[in-house]
């Protein structure tokens, strides 16, 4: 009996124990799944989902950003990887690059599982259909059953004619999968679902799958990246509608379509051919409009098709994808399949969430940050400065205003005949923006030139509730200036929630409040300094005239010692300001203050830069590099030249030298030959000259031996 147990046991547990193959782990879908089923655990599709644990699924956000195998008896997900130039997917076990077919057909024979996702690359058809041929050959060598499932694409689908040629509405499901037609583009993809479809018929040795998957979307994006990009970059008036967008779009949640494989390997189903679609029938114009609203300008335009390719972020099978007509339907997931679905309902319905999971998957959260000092400190510098660093939004109060009142006077004027639709929709507007507009010039005018905090609040709320601040982040420049001010610019709109909090800390709104606040100051003599050294061109037009400038600096520091501050507002709330004296850094262009703001924020928080600043920066990078070639050899060539100056130097020194010891050498001897010469002229040479003269005249056989004969003779001291 224990034995039977232990047995038990062990084949529960190897059960439990499954490792899945997916290539091309570093792409967007192969990624997301592999994350997916790497928190998964085996068999856990096989039990009914209580209405606990779906409203916990609720509750937790999709992004699922935790750790790899949080549980035991997870699958163990190894696959491909196109480059090992980026880091390995943490949640993978094993990944492999750039290997032969037969250390790949081993590493496949290693897996009970084998996924290959074919939606994003049309070059790994061929790879799928090698692999699920080279799988049946060694069937017969399996000790258990394999899983093949191949990702396909609704694009095998596209030119399949109605189910009825009166209603064109009715949808296709997974058991119409025999009269599907391809798109022109995508003849390998269904010639690869038929191969796999073809090699499954071994069910016991190995069972094949495909899965027709709709546009995917979520997390990163997908497809639709290119419209969040460009919605939320905010540089064009409207998102563009590739066509007269009323093209059904069948589209599915990554993850949902992760949990559809999550289904396929738990129950092994009898059908080998499913669809992965959500419930939703939405259109291309339906989704563009949807991200136009949440995240960008909240306008679109119908362009001609050919402008989506135009797109750079595009590819021809992501364009294919966007221009496809086609009603889909998944009866059999939904009623088979334990699914926990993230976006059932679809694209648009679930927009709050998808939203959220995309911007943290791709880090793209706002930086608020709020510059507070006194006039003169260099607040609108370094705002200047930090804006373009980390392309954020520089909020002026003088801006904000200009630019409200320029937009309620837009509004107030009269319109030209055929203009479109979104103009004549505010018209029904222009009564409350003219009211708005002369109580704004009555205001001006009563407080000599100056707006009252009413006007000012509600425009700058408007600005930091715009979709632009949202999305990048704001910096605000000297504003707020008193408590009440920023009480009122940070407090929530929602009177209900006011009165529940009545006599607690005043509630903020999340959205708008800043993250960051710093507070430049410095001496008034500093300040005053400053001003003073200020050229004339900078101070015209400004509040830098010496009785302004003095004005505005008493009104600050009378403000900064009244009971309640801004800074006292702020701390309230936990956001504790950061307090940099410029005066102590001694840098007029307060490049210190910047460095350390820099290093308390981070990092930036977008897409990085664009093809555009990455082309500048490289240029720029390879003229410094240029610059800095140059100046070395300049500086090399000056070295050389110096050396070879105090070279030439050193040996005209030296010779002069040596001359000068050769011609004192040659005076010493000359002056030490004088006694000598002397001697030999009166002693020696009178009888030497004489005994050469007999010795020439007689010339002997020995004229050595004849002349110290004549010399010892003709001695002058013997004689």
């Given at each position: ?123 790994q058809v061929e790879e799928a ?96 990246h290119s419209f969040f990009k ?318 302004r400038f003095l004005r505005a ?167």
């Amino acid at each position: 009996m224990a034995e039977e147990e232990e047995t038990t046991a062990h084949s529960e547990k190897v059960i439990r124990i499954q490792r899945v193959f997916i290539n091309l782990l570093d792409s967007y879908s192969s990624r997301n799944i592999g994350k997916f089923l790497s928190n998964c655990v085996v068999g856990a599709s096989l039990e009914e989902i209580t209405e606990e644990e779906e409203e916990e699924d609720d509750s937790k956000s999709v992004t699922h950003d935790a750790g790899p195998r949080l549980k035991e008896g997870t699958f163990q997900v190894v696959g491909t990887v196109s480059t090992l130039e980026k880091p390995a997917p943490d949640f993978a076990l094993e990944t492999y690059c750039n290997i032969s077919r037969e250390v790949l057909l081993v590493r496949l024979l290693e897996c009970d599982v084998v996924i290959y996702n074919i939606t994003e690359n049309p070059q790994q058809v061929e790879e799928a259909i090698w692999a699920v041929s080279a799988l049946n050959e060694e069937v017969s060598h399996f000790e258990k059953r394999k899983v093949f499932i191949l990702v396909s694409t609704v694009m095998t689908w596209a030119r399949s004619k109605p189910l009825d040629p009166d209603d064109s509405e009715i949808p296709f499901t997974e058991e119409d999968y025999r009269r599907r037609k391809n798109h022109p583009n995508f003849l390998d993809h269904i010639n690869a679902e038929k191969m796999v479809l073809k090699f499954g018929k071994n069910v016991k040795r190995l069972v094949t799958y495909v899965v027709a998957a709709g546009l995917t979307y979520g997390v990163e994006g997908g497809v639709l990246h290119s419209f969040f990009k460009t919605a939320w970059l905010g540089e064009v008036p409207a998102l563009p509608v590739f066509g007269d967008g009323t093209n059904v779009i069948p589209a599915i949640h990554i993850l949902d379509l992760a949990g559809v494989i999550q289904n396929i390997i738990d129950h092994t189903p009898k059908l080998h051919y499913l669809v992965a679609v959500d419930e939703s029938v939405l259109t291309l114009e339906d989704i563009v409009k949807c991200i136009s609203k949440h995240t960008g300008p909240g306008k679109i335009q119908k362009v001609p098709k050919e402008n989506a390719f135009l797109t750079k972020d595009l590819t021809q099978e992501n364009i294919d994808h966007l221009l496809v007509n086609l009603r889909m339907e998944t009866l059999f997931v939904k009623e088979n399949f334990n699914i926990r679905w993230v976006a059932q309902a679809g694209f648009v319905e679930n927009i709050g969430g998808i939203l959220r999971e995309y911007k943290q998957s791709r880090r793209l959260l706002p930086i608020r940050l709020c510059l507070l000092g006194p006039p003169a400190v260099g607040k609108s510098s370094v705002a200047e400065v930090l804006s373009k660093h980390y392309k954020l939004h520089h909020v002026q109060l003088k801006d904000v205003i200009s630019e409200a009142i320029a937009k309620l006077e837009a509004i107030v004027a009269p319109k030209s005949e055929g203009e479109g639709e979104e103009e004549e929709e505010d018209e029904d507007n222009v009564d409350d923006a003219q009211e708005l507009l002369d109580g704004i010039r009555e205001s001006m005018e009563q407080n000599a030139g100056q707006l009252e905090d009413q006007y000012v609040i509600r425009f700058m709320k408007e600005k930091l509730k715009s979709m632009p601040c949202r999305n990048q982040g704001y910096i605000l420049d000297g504003f707020p200036i008193t408590y009440d001010q920023a009480r009122d610019l940070f407090s929530q709109d929602d009177e209900e929630e006011e009165e529940e909090v009545r006599g607690k800390m005043f509630p903020f709104d999340k959205l708008t409040i800043p993250e960051f606040v710093c507070i430049l100051d410095a001496p008034d003599d500093f300040l005053k300094e400053r001003v003073i050294n200020l050229p004339e061109s900078a101070v015209a037009g400004t509040h830098y005239s010496q009785d302004r400038f003095l004005r505005a600096l008493s009104s600050y520091r009378d403000i900064s010692t009244e009971d309640e501050t801004v800074c006292n507002y702020f701390d309230e709330l936990e956001i504790h300001p950061i307090h940099i004296d410029v005066g102590k850094l001694e840098d007029a262009q307060n490049r210190l203050a910047i460095k350390r703001l820099i290093k308390e924020i981070g990092k930036p928080r977008n897409y990085g830069l664009t093809d555009e600043e990455k082309a500048e920066e490289e240029r720029r990078a390879a003229e410094e590099l240029l610059a800095k070639e140059a100046q070395e050899a300049a500086e090399r060539q000056r070295l050389e030249a110096s050396e070879a100056a105090e070279k030439t130097a050193r040996w005209e020194q030296w010779s002069k030298q040596l001359e000068d010891v050769k011609r004192q050498e040659a005076e010493l001897l000359e002056a030490q030959s004088v006694p000598l010469r002397n001697y030999l002229m009166t002693y020696v040479m009178p009888t030497l000259m004489q005994g050469l003269n007999e010795c020439c005249r007689v010339r002997p056989e020995d004229p050595v031996d004849f002349l110290a004969e004549y010399l010892f003779m003709n001695n002058p001291e013997t004689q």
